[in-house]
């Protein structure tokens, strides 16, 4: 099992919520493709809005991979984008600020945003049972 954080602005990680989807970066599949039935991923939202609304920067919502292989689905008739199938987990929303000094995957404490420009990109189980404690998450 890997752990992941995908970097998706809040009101996508509702929608995904709702449809029981999570999405890469620019609705391409190499990074989906990366992902295994099991791995558990957490949702970091930089802004309630893609490209707008409010700074928020907080980790939204958590959930599992399920299913065997990215799909594809009609947004738009130009929006095509790849997906993976989750089952999302209850929980809390939760700051990233009171984290950043004990998360690994942040190596410059002080420029920390930087750290999660990659989009979606695998963490430790240790930085994610922080995540998933902080977001008081029900892991199983």
Known sequence: MKYWINCVAKNHVLAGVAGGFTQAPNGKAEALKRLSSG???????????FRAGERLQAFTAIGRVVGEAPYQTKVTARFIPWRRRMEFLECEEAPILPLVPGLGFITDK???????????????????????????????
Do not use: V
Request: aromatic letters at 12%.
């Open 110 to 140: 002080t420029d920390w945003g930087l750290s999660l420009k990659r989009g979606l990109f695998e963490i430790s189980a240790e930085d994610f049972g922080a995540i998933a404690a902080a977001m008081k998450a029900d892991l199983g």
């Open 39 to 49: 791995d558990m991923m957490a949702f970091y939202s930089e802004g309630t809005l």
